[in-house]
């Protein structure tokens, strides 16, 4: 059995879930609303202050949707209790990051201004050097952050460009002189 599809997702004080037909599952909290029709093969019931994910047989593509079925419920519950933070850091001379409304304008040494408008649902701040891009749904802050690294990817000789906080970029030497 999927050791992560079997275990039951706690609901938090403040959280709602509900189950329509169809497996569409409208999660309410704190922090808004996230909806998503799942896989309809799965049963999802919810019993008391545990949401249960079951699987119909063992079949190896309905192992994979179950453990992928209750991640997806688990983290919408998680985006409206706590939220989603991803942080990127912007390194290089001349490189900076300015925000005005919901646009994010980026200098990148390009020869223009690239400007990315923050999608809905996602929110992003400039701190110094570093972008903090927050929102409740977790695929979509993920998607945003991406977006913005592959505007300009760390590289790996002076390690300049947009990276995650937590990335490491490894580093080569450059050619050698005489």
Known sequence: MSR???MPIAV???????????N?????GPKGTLERTLPEQMQIKQEGEQ??????????????????????????????????TKELEVNGVGFRAAKSG???TLNLGFSHPVEIEDPEG?????????????????????????????KKRPEP?????????DERIRRKVGKAGK
């Open 12 to 22: 938090p004080a403040g959280v709602t879930v509900t189950i329509a037909e169809n």
């Open 157 to 165: 000789y002076k390690g300049k460009g947009i990276k995650y906080v």
């Open 24 to 28: 569409h599952v409208t999660v309410k």
């Open 51 to 84: 949401v249960i994910v079951e699987r119909p047989n063992d079949l190896k593509k309905m192992k994979a949707l179950h453990g992928l079925t209750r991640t997806l419920i688990n983290n919408m519950i998680i985006g409206v209790t706590e939220g989603y």
């Open 122 to 150: 996602v929110e992003s701040k400039v701190d110094g050097n570093k972008i903090i891009i927050t929102g409740i749904d977790k695929e979509k802050v993920g998607q945003y952050a991406a977006n913005i690294r592959d």
């Open 102 to 104: 919901n646009k994010l």
């Open 4 to 6: 992560i599809g079997r």
